[in-house]
């Protein structure tokens, strides 16, 4: 991006706060905000960056319930299964509101050192159901399944913190763990998605705009440079 398109970014990036609290006020001023939003997420991105990101906005409406809903199933909005949900794929399909809202990067972890210079370390990552990118990205770095299969990112970060092996893991997840150099990290799309915005509810919008901006301001955590 060029010096100039910085600068036009930063001015558009200022518009949109403006934007959000405009209509944050609207809906303030139009009377209570009441009522359920259901939002569904992967759980270490709910847990790690959405919730603890949201407490302003549910103090500042403490009629509003969140119902969160996590895992690795597609929860549907044009079913009515959920308000809002953040996806690591684009829906093709329905009348949604889709907002491309940052990237997750990855990386290859290990407890420490001695891990690592095993000739043949085993790798801990998710079993063949899930066609994930970091499933994808191990077998064709490797060459070979995982030894260690674990259905969620919270095993796979223990197993690998207790030494057992080695893993692809979100950056946000790598902590104090060490990150291998390779050749190629796998950087997935985050994508947000309501309803059409024509009926989208005052509430969920009020959501859905907290939500941007908790990304934009973790974008750096998400997808760290290097």
Known sequence: MTDDGRAMLLDAEKVEETMRRLRNNAA????????????????????NLLLPGLRSLLDRYPALTLEVVTGIDTIGIARGEADIA????????????????????????????????HD??????????????????????????????VNSLAGQRAAIEAGIGIGMLPCFLGGDLVALNTPMRPVETLWLIAHATETISARTRL????????????????APEG
């Open 120 to 149: 043949r370390p085993r790798l801990i990552g998710w079993s063949g159901s899930y066609d994930l990118p970091a499933r994808r990205w191990l077998q064709q770095h490797f060459g070979r399944e995982p030894d260690i299969l």
């Open 28 to 47: 303030a001023r139009g009377g209570d905000v009441v009522g359920v939003v259901r939002l569904a997420a992967p759980e270490t991105l709910a847990t």
């Open 86 to 117: 953040l996806r690591l794929v684009r829906p093709d399909k329905g009348a949604l509101t889709i907002r491309k809202v940052g990237r997750m990067a990855h990386a290859l972890y290990a407890a420490s050192a001695a891990v690592i210079d």
């Open 207 to 222: 959501v859905y705009d907290e939500l941007v901006s908790i990304l934009a301001k973790n974008a750096a955590i998400l």
